[in-house]
């Protein structure tokens, strides 16, 4: 699978403003296992200097996915047949997601390598708040490879 290098700086803004809940950022605190009280209870995060409950530092994997789904939904990038599989991932960020917060992602794919013939993307997603403050940066980079062998690797992994 071949993908045009023109596709190297296509952003995909649009995607619509995300509101950030406490429950939510408590789920993510949970799924990840991490119990600091800042994630779940506002004294707390006041406590703690911040004007209400605060995200993890890795939140922003939430906001990532629905971005990098975006891209794949792109037919000149995707048109068919690929499934996309999560190499790395880095933050760069600028100040704490918190609860009430309403984010506008935006990625734009900022690299294309190719790695033993497969496709790999590198994607830049700026995180703002819809006022234009920006929060964070995440990079991820991703393996494009055909849907069937995504099945096939995932059914394998629990083999011994």
Known sequence: ?????????????GVAPHPVGAGEIAR?????GDPHPAYRD????RAAGHPAVVAPPTYPIVLCG???????????LNPGGLAMVHRGQ???IR??????????????????RILAGVPALT???DISTVEGEPVCTAT???ALIPAGAADSEAAGAGST
């Open 123 to 125: 994607v830049t997603t």
């Open 90 to 92: 880095s933050f760069d």
């Open 66 to 76: 629905a971005a990098l789904e975006r891209l794949m939904a792109d037919p000149d």
């Open 42 to 45: 506002a004294e707390a995060a």
């Open 140 to 142: 991820s980079s991703v």
């Open 95 to 112: 100040r704490p997601i918190r609860a009430g917060d309403h984010l506008r992602i935006t990625p734009t794919i900022t690299g294309l």
């Open 28 to 32: 993510f605190a949970d799924a990840i």
């Open 1 to 13: 699978m071949e993908i045009d290098p023109a596709v190297i700086g296509r952003s995909y803004p």
